[in-house]
Each structure stands twice: as C-alpha cells, then as structure tokens.
T-cell receptor, first 112, second 116 residues
Framework: QKEVEQDPGPLSVPEGAIVSLNCTYS??????FMWYRQYSRKGPELLMY????GNKEDGRFTAQVDKSSKYISLFIRDSQPSDSATYLC????????????FGTGTKLQVIP | GAVVSQHPSRVICKSGTSVKIECRSL??????MFWYRQFPKKSLMLMAT?????????EQGVEKDKFLINHASLTLSTLTVTSAHPEDSSFYIC????????????FGQGTRLTVV
C-alpha cells in the first residue's frame, strides 16, 4: 500500500463547477498537509498548508483535513479554465528536515 | 510566501558531460533541501535530501556518484548530474523548508534537462 493515495484522474468539469480533490494516507504520524498546483513543465506552487483537522479557506480554495479518517480534501469553488493543472497533495512529519511525501497528482481540466 | 530559485530552467548537454543545477532559498535559510525528479505525467520522485554541512541522504536506487549533491551554505544546494546519459533527461525540482520551523515546502521552478 502506498503511503499516500490520490486518484490520478483526469477530472474534467465545466467552468463554474465545484471541484473536489481527495487523498488518503496510511501514516498516522503525518502532521502537516499541503496542496500544490503544478502547471505543465513548471515547479509545484503551494496552494494550501494545514496542520490540524478541520477546514481552512483561502479565496476559492478550501482544504479539509480529517486525521481520524486519514483523509484530506481540496475544494475549488467557481472553477476557472486557469485552474486546469495537476493538483498534488502532500504531507510530512514535524521537523524541517523531514521529507515531504506526495500523492501521484490529479489532473484537472476546467472546460469553458 | 518564501521563494526558492532554481537555475538553469532549461539545459541541453551532450552525453558524457556534467551538468550543475543550483537551488537557492532567497529569503529564508534552509538546513535541508530536497531534490526531486519528475517524469512526464508522473508525480515527484524524491532523489535525495541535501543537508547543509554534511553528506546528502539518497533514496534507494539513486546513484550517489552520478547525482552529486553539495549543500555549501544555508541558502544554496547544488545537484550535479555527472557523465550524463540520455536516460537522465528529465525534470529536476528542488524544494526547501525553512530552518527550525515546521513550514510548508517551497519549490523551485524546476530544470528541464535534455541529454543528447
């Protein structure tokens, strides 16, 4: 079993739709959770960073963490064509020296 | 947010030559930086953890003599691909977390290496 599981998609939605992206993980020691957006041939760009269970909102993005279920989600409201990218969930242990473990990424396409 | 700068963004080299890629944290210090490799349509594969002032820690299957990592200061790590082969052609990305803080990881822009 992989440490982090993420549906690779591709996921295709119409403009304005609500998008739900999800990851599950097996290591209960993970404490920090991140979502990155990666456009083709670019480095990943941090979207959301959360620590505790619950919701965190930033503009059209909401990150949700459920540590008891080992499940995290990213919601995108009013999706735009510019949101078309690959979304990577990531998580890590406490400590700046700890490596970050990534999901495989979900490719999202928002159709105008 | 914090900035990690990676250089060059794109490089083409001949087989057998060596290529150096730089990763700099511009507005924070990082005792640890990470080097990843990404194949087309695949996720990031951690190659090694770069530690300032000490040897890098390589992931299983990564040749340390081929992928030389030097973390000379708290803001700079370099990855040198030695005796490059066409199969080394890939997208290489570095990331860093701020020293002493449990912050998020910030990524460089990536380097597209093509070995011909």
């Amino acid at each position: 079993q992989k440490e982090v599981e993420q549906d690779p998609g591709p996921l295709s939605v119409p403009e304005g739709a609500i998008v739900s992206l999800n990851c599950t993980y097996s290591n209960s020691a993970f404490q920090y959770f991140m979502w990155y957006r990666q456009y083709s041939r670019k480095g990943p760009e941090l979207l959301m960073y959360t620590y505790s269970s619950g919701n965190k909102e930033d503009g059209r993005f909401t990150a949700q963490v459920d540590k008891s279920s080992k499940y995290i989600s990213l919601f995108i409201r009013d999706s735009q064509p510019s949101d078309s990218a690959t979304y990577l969930c990531a998580m890590t242990l406490s400590g700046g020296y700890q490596k970050v473990t990534f999901g495989t990424g979900t490719k999202l396409q928002v159709i105008p | 947010g914090a900035v990690v700068s990676q250089h060059p963004s794109r490089v083409i080299c001949k087989s057998g030559t060596s290529v150096k890629i730089e990763c700099r944290s511009l507005d924070f210090q990082a005792t640890t930086m990470f080097w990843y490799r990404q194949f087309p349509k695949k996720s990031l594969m951690l190659m090694a953890t770069s530690n300032e002032g000490s040897k890098a820690t390589y992931e299983q299957g990564v040749e340390k003599d081929k992928f030389l990592i030097n973390h000379a200061s708290l803001t700079l790590s370099t990855l040198t691909v030695t005796s490059a082969h066409p199969e080394d052609s890939s997208f290489y990305i570095c990331s860093a977390r701020e020293q002493g803080r449990d912050t998020e990881a910030f990524f460089g822009q990536g380097t597209r290496l093509t070995v011909v």
